[in-house]
């Protein structure tokens, strides 16, 4: 098949080219996004690919249907950037890569917490500098420590497990509790006691309507002061005004984020030579108890080859028998 892919590096085209070397399709890489802007470039095409902040809204779908696209298939596990009625309704599959590598973006999650915790990150620009005092590096043992996981699927689920290792009492709120989970020592709880009793809160949900913004100012309320939040799913499951305000009050103690409700347009690009016009990332950033990356959770060596070979997959099992491996349900109206 034809394929465009959009959003495109060159790990994509090493490990794209790597997966696509039995079934040959011809892929053609766009570093730009698929916007309503970019759609033009899909003409010629019948599969377009595309990672989290490609826009794949009704307008695209219906111009991509036009030009004979027939597939869309995600290089990511979420899917919340595509419209599926839309999808349904211009009679285009979507596809994703449901399981890629859970531990790349729980360890990742666990190397936040940790950094925030011993203020590694600090200590390294200190001792380059020759200084090696300890004032405000002080950490606390996260054994013995109360901690939460907010969706305990695949990669909650191995987060969970990370943090038993380190000695925590582990608590999830899931609506579909994991059996395995709990007989490995996790305890299920409600989001609300969740929120009241944990010292570390760490978010695996996919973004949906019911967790859009689930970490609001009322969730806040509830929490223990002084709390450390961990958040490598999706930006908008958090509400980033009311935690910068959280931060501020001394409510969070500590915040550590991989993605960001408005990091279309700023993650994954070099713009160290641009001014950050986004103020609420911008005043993120100012905080010594804040510890930001760009969207780098999924990135190893290991997830990127899964992700490859399930794109690839997706795409000859569409061209072979009309249906992709890991096809995502079109919704009903």
């Known amino acids: 098949m034809r394929v465009a892919v959009f959003s495109a590096r060159r790990y994509n085209e090493v490990f794209l080219g790597k997966a696509n070397r039995a079934a040959k399709h011809q892929l053609a890489f766009f570093e730009s996004p698929l ?110 420590k109360t901690a939460g996981v907010v969706g305990a699927g695949a990669i909650g689920g191995v987060m969970a497990r990370l943090l038993k290792g380190f000695g925590c009492h582990v608590l999830a709120s899931d609506p579909v509790p994991d059996a395995a989970l709990a007989r490995a020592g996790v305890e299920f709880v409600a989001f609300d006691d969740l929120l009241a009793k944990a010292d570390l809160i760490s978010l695996h949900c996919p973004l949906t309507a019911g967790t859009r913004r689930l970490i609001d100012t009322s969730a806040i309320t509830r929490m223990t002061r002084g709390v450390m939040l961990i958040n490598t799913s999706r930006g908008a499951v958090i509400d980033t005004r009311a935690v910068i305000r959280a931060l501020k009050a001394g409510v969070i103690g500590s915040l550590g984020i991989d993605v960001y409700e ?25 905080f010594p108890n804040v510890l930001v990356t760009g969207h780098q959770g999924f990135f190893t060596a290991e997830a990127l080859t899964a992700i490859a070979e399930a794109t690839i997959g997706n795409v000859t099992a ?13 919704r009903r109206s």
């Not at 595309?50 to 990511?76: C, E, P, S, T, Y």
């Not at 408005?262 to 100012?286: H, K, M, P």
């Open 35 to 144: 916007t309503p802007h970019t759609q033009g470039l899909l003409a010629g095409f019948e599969a377009a690919c595309v990672f989290v902040n490609d826009v794949i809204d009704a307008k695209v779908l219906r111009h991509a249907a036009a030009q004979g696209v027939r597939l869309v298939v995600l290089r990511a596990a979420g899917f919340n950037n595509v419209d599926l009625e839309a999808a349904r309704d211009a009679g285009v599959h979507v596809a994703r890569a449901p399981t890629y590598s859970p531990h790349a973006v729980a360890e990742h999650a666990l190397a936040l917490m940790l950094t925030l915790n011993r203020k590694t990150h600090r200590a390294y620009n200190r001792v380059r500098e020759g200084n090696f005092a300890l004032d405000g590096l002080m950490g606390f043992d996260l054994h013995g």
């Open 262 to 286: 408005e990091e279309e347009g700023l993650f994954f690009d070099d713009r160290s030579d641009q001014v950050i016009a986004d103020d609420v990332f911008a005043r993120l950033l100012t």
């Open 318 to 330: 569409f061209e072979c028998n009309g249906h992709a491996l890991h096809e995502v349900p079109h």
